[in-house]
Protein backbone atom coordinates (compact mmCIF):
# COMPACT_ATOMS: atom_id res chain seq x y z
CA UNK A 1 0.00 0.00 0.00
CA UNK A 2 1.55 4.01 -0.62
CA UNK A 3 2.30 5.11 2.61
CA UNK A 4 -0.01 8.27 2.44
CA UNK A 5 -3.61 5.99 1.46
CA UNK A 6 -5.43 7.71 4.40
CA UNK A 7 -5.01 10.63 3.03
CA UNK A 8 -6.25 9.99 -0.46
CA UNK A 9 -9.10 7.91 1.23
CA UNK A 10 -9.96 11.18 2.82
CA UNK A 11 -10.01 13.22 0.24
CA UNK A 12 -12.52 10.93 -2.37
CA UNK A 13 -14.91 10.27 0.65
CA UNK A 14 -15.23 13.79 0.85
CA UNK A 15 -15.28 15.06 -2.19
CA UNK A 16 -17.83 12.36 -3.98
CA UNK A 17 -19.01 10.10 -1.20
CA UNK A 18 -17.19 6.66 -2.14
CA UNK A 19 -15.55 5.32 0.66
CA UNK A 20 -13.34 2.26 0.66
CA UNK A 21 -14.15 -0.19 3.02
CA UNK A 22 -11.30 -2.36 4.63
CA UNK A 23 -11.79 -4.94 1.66
CA UNK A 24 -11.91 -2.27 -1.57
CA UNK A 25 -8.44 -0.37 0.07
CA UNK A 26 -6.48 -2.33 -2.80
CA UNK A 27 -8.62 -0.78 -5.64
CA UNK A 28 -7.91 2.33 -4.84
CA UNK A 29 -3.74 1.45 -4.72
CA UNK A 30 -4.03 -0.28 -7.64
CA UNK A 31 -5.33 2.91 -9.79
CA UNK A 32 -3.26 5.63 -7.50
CA UNK A 33 -0.45 3.33 -8.64
CA UNK A 34 -1.53 3.40 -12.04
CA UNK A 35 -2.52 7.22 -12.41
CA UNK A 36 0.81 8.00 -10.69
CA UNK A 37 2.67 5.73 -13.23
CA UNK A 38 1.28 7.27 -16.36
CA UNK A 39 2.63 10.33 -14.83
CA UNK A 40 5.85 9.71 -14.97
CA UNK A 41 6.22 7.64 -11.76
CA UNK A 42 5.46 10.64 -9.72
CA UNK A 43 5.43 10.22 -5.95
CA UNK A 44 2.45 9.48 -3.68
CA UNK A 45 3.03 13.09 -2.04
CA UNK A 46 3.05 14.60 -4.76
CA UNK A 47 0.57 13.23 -6.20
CA UNK A 48 -2.10 13.73 -3.43
CA UNK A 49 -1.09 17.44 -3.77
CA UNK A 50 -1.79 17.03 -7.48
CA UNK A 51 -5.39 15.77 -6.77
CA UNK A 52 -6.00 18.37 -4.84
CA UNK A 53 -6.31 21.28 -6.99
CA UNK A 54 -6.90 19.32 -10.09
CA UNK A 55 -10.57 18.91 -11.24
CA UNK A 56 -9.39 16.89 -14.48
CA UNK A 57 -6.62 14.66 -12.69
CA UNK A 58 -9.39 13.59 -9.88
CA UNK A 59 -12.09 13.33 -12.92
CA UNK A 60 -9.16 10.15 -14.32
CA UNK A 61 -8.63 8.62 -10.49
CA UNK A 62 -12.48 8.89 -10.34
CA UNK A 63 -12.99 6.87 -13.47
CA UNK A 64 -10.29 4.34 -12.38
CA UNK A 65 -12.57 3.93 -9.24
CA UNK A 66 -16.13 3.76 -9.52
CA UNK A 67 -17.93 0.59 -10.55
CA UNK A 68 -20.15 1.32 -12.95
CA UNK A 69 -21.82 -2.37 -13.22
CA UNK A 70 -25.05 -2.10 -15.01
CA UNK A 71 -27.19 -3.48 -17.44
CA UNK A 72 -30.67 -3.11 -19.21
CA UNK A 73 -33.98 -3.98 -17.14
CA UNK A 74 -32.23 -4.24 -13.93
CA UNK A 75 -34.46 -5.06 -11.22
CA UNK A 76 -37.38 -4.80 -13.55
CA UNK A 77 -40.12 -4.77 -11.03
CA UNK A 78 -38.91 -0.93 -9.44
CA UNK A 79 -38.82 0.11 -13.44
CA UNK A 80 -42.61 -1.70 -13.89
CA UNK A 81 -43.91 0.12 -11.05
CA UNK A 82 -42.22 3.63 -12.16
CA UNK A 83 -43.57 2.97 -15.61
CA UNK A 84 -47.08 1.05 -15.05
CA UNK A 85 -48.18 2.84 -12.01
CA UNK A 86 -46.29 5.57 -10.96
CA UNK A 87 -46.09 7.57 -13.77
CA UNK A 88 -49.59 7.24 -14.96
CA UNK A 89 -50.69 8.10 -11.25
CA UNK A 90 -48.71 12.05 -11.75
CA UNK A 91 -49.78 12.42 -15.37
CA UNK A 92 -53.79 12.08 -14.27
CA UNK A 93 -53.16 13.79 -10.58
CA UNK A 94 -51.73 16.65 -12.14
CA UNK A 95 -50.45 16.01 -15.83
CA UNK A 96 -47.63 16.19 -17.69
CA UNK A 97 -44.15 16.22 -17.71
CA UNK A 98 -43.55 13.84 -15.26
CA UNK A 99 -39.43 14.42 -14.45
CA UNK A 100 -37.18 11.36 -13.69
CA UNK A 101 -33.78 10.54 -12.95
CA UNK A 102 -31.74 7.73 -12.45
CA UNK A 103 -28.58 9.18 -10.31
CA UNK A 104 -25.54 7.50 -10.81
CA UNK A 105 -26.79 5.78 -13.95
CA UNK A 106 -23.26 4.91 -15.38
CA UNK A 107 -23.29 4.08 -18.90
CA UNK A 108 -27.02 4.74 -19.25
CA UNK A 109 -28.55 1.32 -19.57
CA UNK A 110 -31.60 2.00 -16.42
CA UNK A 111 -32.41 5.84 -17.69
CA UNK A 112 -32.92 4.32 -21.55
CA UNK A 113 -34.65 0.91 -20.31
CA UNK A 114 -36.89 3.63 -19.02
CA UNK A 115 -37.06 5.45 -21.60
CA UNK A 116 -37.98 2.55 -23.85
CA UNK A 117 -40.91 1.34 -21.71
CA UNK A 118 -42.34 4.30 -21.57
CA UNK A 119 -42.30 4.47 -25.27
CA UNK A 120 -44.03 1.00 -25.56
CA UNK A 121 -46.33 2.59 -23.35
CA UNK A 122 -46.95 6.06 -25.03
CA UNK A 123 -45.76 5.94 -28.08
CA UNK A 124 -45.59 9.08 -30.07
CA UNK A 125 -46.77 11.21 -26.53
CA UNK A 126 -44.40 10.39 -25.10
CA UNK A 127 -42.30 13.55 -24.82
CA UNK A 128 -44.79 15.53 -23.68
CA UNK A 129 -45.52 13.37 -20.82
CA UNK A 130 -42.19 12.20 -19.47
CA UNK A 131 -38.53 13.67 -19.32
CA UNK A 132 -35.86 11.33 -18.11
CA UNK A 133 -32.54 12.80 -17.31
CA UNK A 134 -29.68 10.50 -15.64
CA UNK A 135 -26.89 11.82 -13.55
CA UNK A 136 -22.91 10.54 -12.84
CA UNK A 137 -19.56 11.63 -11.42
CA UNK A 138 -17.80 9.51 -13.74
CA UNK A 139 -17.40 11.65 -17.18
CA UNK A 140 -15.88 8.72 -18.88
CA UNK A 141 -18.89 6.25 -18.27
CA UNK A 142 -21.21 9.36 -19.14
CA UNK A 143 -19.47 9.69 -22.62
CA UNK A 144 -20.25 6.02 -23.06
CA UNK A 145 -23.95 6.93 -21.87
CA UNK A 146 -24.41 8.99 -24.39
CA UNK A 147 -23.05 7.07 -27.56
CA UNK A 148 -25.67 4.59 -26.30
CA UNK A 149 -23.56 1.71 -28.15
CA UNK A 150 -23.80 -1.47 -25.90
CA UNK A 151 -22.28 -4.84 -26.04
CA UNK A 152 -24.13 -8.34 -25.53
CA UNK A 153 -22.78 -8.06 -21.50
CA UNK A 154 -25.76 -4.76 -21.37
CA UNK A 155 -28.58 -7.06 -22.15
CA UNK A 156 -28.37 -9.66 -19.74
CA UNK A 157 -31.83 -11.52 -19.76
CA UNK A 158 -33.59 -8.67 -22.11
CA UNK A 159 -36.33 -9.80 -24.39
CA UNK A 160 -34.59 -10.50 -27.60
CA UNK A 161 -37.43 -9.19 -29.79
CA UNK A 162 -36.71 -5.68 -27.66
CA UNK A 163 -33.57 -5.60 -28.43
CA UNK A 164 -34.37 -6.26 -32.23
CA UNK A 165 -36.67 -3.40 -32.29
CA UNK A 166 -34.96 -0.80 -30.21
CA UNK A 167 -31.41 -1.21 -31.42
CA UNK A 168 -29.16 -1.88 -34.43
CA UNK A 169 -26.39 -4.06 -34.42
CA UNK A 170 -23.02 -3.40 -35.77
CA UNK A 171 -20.75 -6.27 -35.39
CA UNK A 172 -20.45 -6.99 -31.67
CA UNK A 173 -22.31 -4.09 -30.63
CA UNK A 174 -25.92 -2.37 -30.68
CA UNK A 175 -26.12 1.19 -31.07
CA UNK A 176 -30.03 2.54 -29.47
CA UNK A 177 -31.95 4.32 -31.98
CA UNK A 178 -31.55 7.97 -32.31
CA UNK A 179 -36.09 8.19 -30.91
CA UNK A 180 -35.06 6.79 -27.98
CA UNK A 181 -31.71 8.07 -27.53
CA UNK A 182 -32.66 11.37 -27.51
CA UNK A 183 -35.21 11.21 -24.91
CA UNK A 184 -32.30 11.28 -22.07
CA UNK A 185 -30.12 13.91 -21.19
CA UNK A 186 -27.07 13.09 -19.23
CA UNK A 187 -25.53 15.26 -16.81
CA UNK A 188 -22.66 15.52 -14.83
CA UNK A 189 -23.55 15.37 -11.05
CA UNK A 190 -22.28 14.53 -7.64
CA UNK A 191 -25.40 13.15 -6.09
CA UNK A 192 -23.89 13.64 -2.31
CA UNK A 193 -23.22 17.32 -2.73
CA UNK A 194 -24.64 18.78 -5.77
CA UNK A 195 -28.59 19.35 -6.17
CA UNK A 196 -30.12 18.95 -10.05
CA UNK A 197 -33.40 21.21 -10.40
CA UNK A 198 -36.25 21.82 -10.89
CA UNK A 199 -36.72 18.66 -8.27
CA UNK A 200 -37.91 15.71 -9.79
CA UNK A 201 -40.76 13.13 -9.58
CA UNK A 202 -39.26 10.09 -9.36
CA UNK A 203 -36.00 9.33 -8.84
CA UNK A 204 -33.93 6.09 -9.29
CA UNK A 205 -30.77 5.45 -6.90
CA UNK A 206 -29.93 2.18 -7.23
CA UNK A 207 -26.66 0.35 -6.96
CA UNK A 208 -25.00 3.70 -5.73
CA UNK A 209 -25.65 4.04 -2.22
CA UNK A 210 -23.86 0.72 -1.16
CA UNK A 211 -20.74 2.29 -1.68
CA UNK A 212 -20.76 4.82 0.90
CA UNK A 213 -20.83 4.85 4.76
CA UNK A 214 -23.59 5.82 6.72
CA UNK A 215 -22.62 9.38 7.60
CA UNK A 216 -22.65 10.10 3.54
CA UNK A 217 -26.05 7.96 3.44
CA UNK A 218 -27.28 10.38 6.01
CA UNK A 219 -25.85 13.45 3.81
CA UNK A 220 -27.31 12.01 0.74
CA UNK A 221 -31.09 11.76 2.42
CA UNK A 222 -30.85 15.43 3.15
CA UNK A 223 -29.63 16.01 -0.66
CA UNK A 224 -32.59 14.26 -1.81
CA UNK A 225 -35.28 15.75 0.15
CA UNK A 226 -34.28 18.83 -1.75
CA UNK A 227 -34.65 17.18 -5.32
CA UNK A 228 -37.46 15.32 -4.67
CA UNK A 229 -41.20 16.74 -5.00
CA UNK A 230 -43.67 16.67 -2.19
CA UNK A 231 -45.62 13.74 -3.98
CA UNK A 232 -42.39 11.99 -5.70
CA UNK A 233 -40.90 8.84 -4.93
CA UNK A 234 -36.96 7.66 -4.47
CA UNK A 235 -36.31 4.58 -4.87
CA UNK A 236 -33.07 2.41 -3.76
CA UNK A 237 -31.75 -0.86 -4.91
CA UNK A 238 -33.71 -3.63 -3.24
CA UNK A 239 -30.91 -4.61 -0.93
CA UNK A 240 -30.01 -1.10 0.26
CA UNK A 241 -33.27 0.30 1.13
CA UNK A 242 -32.98 -0.77 4.91
CA UNK A 243 -29.52 0.91 5.19
CA UNK A 244 -30.59 4.39 3.68
CA UNK A 245 -33.80 4.28 6.42
CA UNK A 246 -32.73 7.25 8.84
CA UNK A 247 -35.65 8.32 9.38
CA UNK A 248 -35.65 12.28 6.69
CA UNK A 249 -37.41 10.91 4.17
CA UNK A 250 -40.09 8.49 4.76
CA UNK A 251 -40.79 4.94 3.63
CA UNK A 252 -43.71 4.09 2.01
CA UNK A 253 -44.45 0.01 0.89
CA UNK A 254 -46.82 -0.46 -2.58
CA UNK A 255 -47.58 -3.64 -4.51
CA UNK A 256 -44.90 -4.98 -2.12
CA UNK A 257 -41.96 -2.42 -2.98
CA UNK A 258 -40.43 0.24 -1.29
CA UNK A 259 -39.46 3.75 -1.58
CA UNK A 260 -39.01 6.73 0.02
CA UNK A 261 -41.11 10.02 -0.23
CA UNK A 262 -41.12 13.36 1.52
CA UNK A 263 -42.67 13.40 5.14
CA UNK A 264 -46.20 15.05 5.42
CA UNK A 265 -45.28 16.27 8.93
CA UNK A 266 -42.94 15.83 10.95
CA UNK A 267 -41.66 13.00 13.35
CA UNK A 268 -42.89 15.02 16.58
CA UNK A 269 -46.18 15.86 14.79
CA UNK A 270 -46.85 12.57 13.81
CA UNK A 271 -46.03 11.10 17.45
CA UNK A 272 -48.01 13.63 19.04
CA UNK A 273 -51.38 13.25 16.32
CA UNK A 274 -51.11 9.59 16.88
CA UNK A 275 -51.26 10.08 20.81
CA UNK A 276 -54.43 11.19 20.96
CA UNK A 277 -56.93 9.90 23.43
CA UNK A 278 -59.05 6.48 22.11
CA UNK A 279 -61.54 5.82 24.56
CA UNK A 280 -61.19 2.15 25.26
CA UNK A 281 -63.20 -0.89 25.66
CA UNK A 282 -63.78 -2.02 29.28
CA UNK A 283 -60.07 -1.59 30.13
CA UNK A 284 -58.64 1.11 32.50
CA UNK A 285 -56.98 4.01 30.62
CA UNK A 286 -52.96 3.42 31.03
CA UNK A 287 -50.03 5.77 30.73
CA UNK A 288 -50.73 7.99 34.22
CA UNK A 289 -48.64 5.13 36.08
CA UNK A 290 -45.95 4.26 33.74
CA UNK A 291 -45.01 1.17 35.83
CA UNK A 292 -48.21 0.10 36.08
CA UNK A 293 -48.86 0.90 31.98
CA UNK A 294 -45.85 -1.40 31.23
CA UNK A 295 -47.56 -4.34 33.73
CA UNK A 296 -50.61 -3.88 31.87
CA UNK A 297 -49.02 -3.83 28.31
CA UNK A 298 -47.54 -7.39 28.81
CA UNK A 299 -51.12 -8.70 29.94
CA UNK A 300 -52.59 -7.61 27.14
CA UNK A 301 -49.94 -8.60 25.03
CA UNK A 302 -50.16 -12.52 26.77
CA UNK A 303 -53.85 -12.32 25.96
CA UNK A 304 -53.65 -11.40 22.15
CA UNK A 305 -51.25 -14.26 22.03
CA UNK A 306 -53.68 -16.52 23.53
CA UNK A 307 -55.98 -15.13 21.02
CA UNK A 308 -53.79 -15.51 18.02
CA UNK A 309 -52.82 -19.24 19.31
CA UNK A 310 -56.80 -20.19 19.09
CA UNK A 311 -57.07 -18.28 15.53
CA UNK A 312 -59.40 -15.64 17.36
CA UNK A 313 -57.84 -13.06 15.64
CA UNK A 314 -60.00 -10.19 15.89
CA UNK A 315 -59.89 -9.99 19.54
CA UNK A 316 -56.26 -10.24 19.60
CA UNK A 317 -56.30 -7.40 17.33
CA UNK A 318 -58.59 -5.49 20.13
CA UNK A 319 -55.54 -6.39 22.91
CA UNK A 320 -52.98 -4.78 20.55
CA UNK A 321 -54.96 -1.86 19.78
CA UNK A 322 -54.97 -1.03 23.42
CA UNK A 323 -51.21 -1.75 24.19
CA UNK A 324 -50.45 0.73 20.84
CA UNK A 325 -52.85 3.13 22.24
CA UNK A 326 -51.03 3.26 25.11
CA UNK A 327 -47.51 3.19 23.10
CA UNK A 328 -46.97 3.53 19.60
CA UNK A 329 -43.65 2.37 19.57
CA UNK A 330 -44.43 -1.05 21.68
CA UNK A 331 -42.48 -3.42 19.10
CA UNK A 332 -43.56 -6.73 20.28
CA UNK A 333 -47.42 -5.42 19.59
CA UNK A 334 -46.30 -4.03 16.13
CA UNK A 335 -44.58 -7.64 15.54
CA UNK A 336 -47.51 -9.20 16.81
CA UNK A 337 -49.73 -6.89 15.03
CA UNK A 338 -48.03 -7.98 11.59
CA UNK A 339 -48.32 -11.42 12.07
CA UNK A 340 -51.89 -11.18 12.50
CA UNK A 341 -52.64 -9.20 9.36
CA UNK A 342 -50.16 -11.76 7.77
CA UNK A 343 -53.21 -14.58 8.78
CA UNK A 344 -55.12 -12.49 7.76
CA UNK A 345 -53.71 -12.13 3.97
CA UNK A 346 -53.52 -8.25 4.47
CA UNK A 347 -50.17 -7.69 3.53
CA UNK A 348 -49.48 -4.31 3.10
CA UNK A 349 -50.78 -4.17 7.11
CA UNK A 350 -48.42 -6.58 7.72
CA UNK A 351 -44.95 -5.19 5.75
CA UNK A 352 -46.16 -1.54 7.30
CA UNK A 353 -46.48 -2.93 10.50
CA UNK A 354 -42.73 -4.43 10.54
CA UNK A 355 -41.24 -1.17 8.79
CA UNK A 356 -42.44 0.21 11.89
CA UNK A 357 -40.57 -2.03 14.40
CA UNK A 358 -37.32 -1.77 12.01
CA UNK A 359 -37.63 2.20 12.11
CA UNK A 360 -37.42 1.02 15.94
CA UNK A 361 -34.96 -1.50 15.86
CA UNK A 362 -33.00 -2.21 12.44
CA UNK A 363 -32.06 -5.36 13.70
CA UNK A 364 -35.19 -6.73 14.12
CA UNK A 365 -35.19 -10.03 13.08
CA UNK A 366 -39.32 -10.84 13.90
CA UNK A 367 -39.82 -7.86 11.56
CA UNK A 368 -37.56 -9.05 8.40
CA UNK A 369 -39.07 -12.84 9.35
CA UNK A 370 -42.54 -10.74 8.20
CA UNK A 371 -41.50 -8.93 5.42
CA UNK A 372 -40.03 -11.96 3.95
CA UNK A 373 -43.20 -13.61 4.14
CA UNK A 374 -45.72 -11.10 3.28
CA UNK A 375 -43.37 -10.33 -0.28
CA UNK A 376 -43.67 -14.16 -0.42
CA UNK A 377 -46.69 -14.43 0.17
CA UNK A 378 -47.15 -11.47 -2.71
CA UNK A 379 -44.84 -13.51 -5.09
CA UNK A 380 -42.53 -10.25 -5.20
CA UNK A 381 -39.74 -13.26 -5.15
CA UNK A 382 -36.81 -11.40 -5.22
CA UNK A 383 -37.23 -9.07 -2.26
CA UNK A 384 -38.89 -12.20 -0.14
CA UNK A 385 -35.53 -13.93 -1.00
CA UNK A 386 -33.32 -10.40 0.40
CA UNK A 387 -35.64 -10.68 3.47
CA UNK A 388 -35.28 -14.04 4.30
CA UNK A 389 -31.07 -13.55 3.60
CA UNK A 390 -31.15 -11.00 6.36
CA UNK A 391 -33.03 -13.44 8.59
CA UNK A 392 -30.45 -16.21 8.24
CA UNK A 393 -27.61 -13.94 8.37
CA UNK A 394 -28.53 -12.50 11.84
CA UNK A 395 -30.04 -15.73 13.33
CA UNK A 396 -28.43 -18.33 11.00
CA UNK A 397 -30.14 -21.44 13.38
CA UNK A 398 -33.60 -20.32 12.37
CA UNK A 399 -34.55 -22.88 10.05
CA UNK A 400 -38.43 -21.09 8.88
CA UNK A 401 -35.83 -18.64 7.30
CA UNK A 402 -33.72 -21.19 5.75
CA UNK A 403 -36.72 -23.17 4.42
CA UNK A 404 -38.63 -20.24 2.86
CA UNK A 405 -35.17 -18.69 1.40
CA UNK A 406 -35.12 -22.55 -0.24
CA UNK A 407 -38.02 -21.97 -1.73
CA UNK A 408 -37.55 -19.05 -3.17
CA UNK A 409 -35.00 -19.95 -4.68
CA UNK A 410 -36.48 -23.11 -6.18
CA UNK A 411 -39.41 -20.63 -7.15
CA UNK A 412 -36.64 -18.39 -9.25
CA UNK A 413 -35.48 -22.02 -10.44
CA UNK A 414 -31.86 -20.96 -8.86
CA UNK A 415 -31.34 -24.98 -8.12
CA UNK A 416 -28.28 -24.84 -6.81
CA UNK A 417 -28.76 -22.60 -4.07
CA UNK A 418 -32.24 -24.00 -3.46
CA UNK A 419 -30.66 -27.72 -2.97
CA UNK A 420 -27.90 -26.18 -0.49
CA UNK A 421 -30.38 -24.27 1.55
CA UNK A 422 -33.08 -27.27 1.69
CA UNK A 423 -30.31 -28.94 3.18
CA UNK A 424 -29.41 -26.69 5.75
CA UNK A 425 -32.67 -26.81 6.62
CA UNK A 426 -32.99 -30.30 6.82
CA UNK A 427 -29.75 -30.49 9.13
CA UNK A 428 -31.23 -27.96 11.94
CA UNK A 429 -34.61 -29.45 11.79
CA UNK A 430 -32.67 -32.88 12.72
CA UNK A 431 -30.67 -31.00 15.25
CA UNK A 432 -33.57 -29.81 16.70
CA UNK A 433 -35.02 -33.50 16.62
CA UNK A 434 -32.11 -34.88 18.39
CA UNK A 435 -31.80 -31.89 21.16
CA UNK A 436 -28.24 -31.51 19.58
CA UNK A 437 -29.09 -27.86 17.99
CA UNK A 438 -28.45 -24.14 18.98
CA UNK A 439 -31.54 -23.17 17.25
CA UNK A 440 -33.19 -20.28 18.17
CA UNK A 441 -36.91 -19.45 17.75
CA UNK A 442 -38.14 -15.74 17.15
CA UNK A 443 -40.73 -14.09 19.37
CA UNK A 444 -43.25 -14.18 16.20
CA UNK A 445 -46.41 -15.77 16.90
CA UNK A 446 -46.52 -17.83 13.88
CA UNK A 447 -46.43 -21.72 14.03
CA UNK A 448 -43.78 -23.32 12.27
CA UNK A 449 -44.22 -27.28 12.56
CA UNK A 450 -41.31 -29.14 12.49
CA UNK A 451 -42.76 -32.46 11.26
CA UNK A 452 -44.49 -31.23 8.43
CA UNK A 453 -41.28 -29.16 7.29
CA UNK A 454 -39.15 -31.91 7.96
CA UNK A 455 -41.27 -33.62 5.14
CA UNK A 456 -41.88 -30.83 2.77
CA UNK A 457 -37.84 -30.61 2.96
CA UNK A 458 -37.14 -34.36 2.58
CA UNK A 459 -39.77 -34.65 -0.51
CA UNK A 460 -37.98 -31.33 -1.81
CA UNK A 461 -34.52 -33.18 -1.67
CA UNK A 462 -36.00 -36.10 -3.06
CA UNK A 463 -37.14 -34.03 -6.10
CA UNK A 464 -33.65 -32.60 -7.12
CA UNK A 465 -31.64 -36.54 -6.40
CA UNK A 466 -34.63 -37.34 -9.13
CA UNK A 467 -33.85 -35.31 -11.34
CA UNK A 468 -29.74 -35.31 -11.58
CA UNK A 469 -28.63 -37.37 -9.15
CA UNK A 470 -27.24 -35.04 -6.94
C1 LIG B 1 -22.95 0.28 -9.92
S1 LIG B 1 -23.32 1.71 -10.83
C2 LIG B 1 -25.08 1.70 -10.75
C3 LIG B 1 -25.73 1.90 -12.09
C4 LIG B 1 -27.24 1.86 -12.11
N1 LIG B 1 -27.80 2.81 -11.19
C5 LIG B 1 -27.77 0.48 -11.81
O1 LIG B 1 -28.38 0.26 -10.76
O2 LIG B 1 -27.58 -0.41 -12.63
C6 LIG B 1 -22.86 3.00 -9.69
C7 LIG B 1 -22.64 4.36 -10.36
O3 LIG B 1 -22.73 5.37 -9.36
C8 LIG B 1 -21.85 6.41 -9.72
N2 LIG B 1 -21.56 7.26 -8.55
C9 LIG B 1 -20.78 6.96 -7.48
N3 LIG B 1 -20.72 8.01 -6.63
C10 LIG B 1 -21.49 8.99 -7.17
C11 LIG B 1 -21.82 10.32 -6.78
N4 LIG B 1 -21.35 10.84 -5.63
N5 LIG B 1 -22.63 11.04 -7.59
C12 LIG B 1 -23.11 10.52 -8.74
N6 LIG B 1 -22.82 9.27 -9.17
C13 LIG B 1 -22.02 8.51 -8.40
C14 LIG B 1 -20.65 5.66 -10.25
O4 LIG B 1 -19.84 6.48 -11.09
C15 LIG B 1 -21.29 4.50 -11.00
O5 LIG B 1 -21.42 4.76 -12.38
Known sequence: MIPNIADFKALIKDRVGLHFFNGMEGLLNTALLQRMGERGKESSEKYYEKLCVSTSEFDKLLSL???????????????????????????????????????????????????????????????????????????????????????????????????????????????LHDLIRSKVTFHRSNIVKEQLQPKFDIILLRNVSIYFDDET????????????????????????????????????????????????????????????????????????DPVRATQQCEIWIKKALECVAEKRFSQAEEWISQVLDCDIHHQEALVIKGAIALEKCEFEQTAQSAQHVLELDEWSAEAKMLLGLAMMWQHHTQQAIAWFKQVVYQQPGYWPAHYYLAEMYRQSELYRPALRTYRITLQLLNAELNNTSNACALRLPLSFPSNSFRFLCEHQLAQFTGQDGQ
Open 217 to 288: RRLLQFNLLTMLQPDGALFFGNAETLANNFGILKLKQEHGLFYFCQPKISRAQVASASVKPVVMPAAAPCVA
Open 65 to 175: LTINETYFFREPEVLDMVCDKLVPRMLEQRGGPVRILSAGCSSGEEAYSLAIKLHQKYHDHFAARVEIHGCDIDTKILDKARAANYSSYSFRGVDPLLQQNYFTRNGNQFQ
